[in-house]
């Protein structure tokens, strides 16, 4: 069974961080897909960043979070992180981990949620001041 644990959200000021933690476990996969994506109040759910842990240097990440958010991930643990960094009111939404084989997410947006079948529970970013 596959299980995505969110953990790191709260509340900070704006120009302010925040580091997401996500640990993936059950998963029985030669390589996956995570990523990390966020839902703001009457707003679609949107793709925050992503990788392969198959490894490469494609990440693709949202062009409003670009320059200010960091995936990685920790092979030991499989947790995979979202550092945050020079918050804004506009960051503030539910973040919510995303995983699943590479054979199903590969070839397509990795920052489309529809190709994604494991979800973690949320993790609730607030930012003001």
């Known amino acids: 069974q596959v299980q995505l644990v969110e953990s790191g959200g709260g509340s900070v000021r704006p120009g302010g961080s925040l580091r997401l933690s996500c640990r993936v476990s059950g998963g029985r996969w030669m390589s996956a897909v995570m990523g990390w994506f966020r839902q703001a109040p009457g707003k679609e759910r949107e793709g925050v960043a992503a990788?392969?842990?198959?490894?490469?240097?494609?990440?693709p990440y949202a062009d409003s979070v670009q320059g200010r958010f960091t995936i990685s991930r920790d092979v030991g643990t499989n947790t995979l992180y979202l550092q945050m960094n020079n918050l804004n009111p506009e960051d503030t939404a539910m973040y919510y981990c995303?995983?699943?084989?590479?054979?199903?997410?590969?070839?397509?947006?990795?920052?489309?949620?529809?190709?994604?079948?494991?979800w973690g529970q949320g993790t609730q970013v607030t930012v003001s001041s």
């Open positions: 990788l392969y842990t198959g490894g490469g240097d494609g990440v």
């Open positions: 995303a995983a699943d084989d590479a054979t199903r997410v590969l070839g397509g947006s990795w920052l489309d949620g529809n190709r994604y079948r494991y």
